[in-house]
């Protein structure tokens, strides 16, 4: 079976935080109470800067 890649155009592209794309928002909106440091990176949910 052989498939073949299509070009799609995109007008917009929405991402719900998680570990990929947060900025730390969650982190200020929350007076940095939340998520918990450690273990997260300066109020991130991963382990740094995305």
């Known amino acids: 079976?052989?498939?073949t890649a299509q070009n799609?155009?995109?007008d917009t592209i929405v991402s719900f935080?998680?570990?990929h794309t947060?900025?730390?928002n969650v982190y200020n909106l929350?007076?940095?109470a939340w998520?918990?440091?450690p273990p997260y990176?300066?109020?991130r949910f991963?382990?740094?800067?995305v």
């Open 41 to 43: 990176v300066e109020g």
């Open 8 to 10: 799609v155009p995109f």
């Open 17 to 19: 935080g998680d570990s």
């Open 30 to 32: 929350t007076s940095h």
């Open 35 to 37: 998520p918990i440091v």
């Open 22 to 24: 947060d900025t730390g």
């Open 1 to 3: 079976h052989q498939t």
């Open 46 to 49: 991963s382990n740094g800067l």
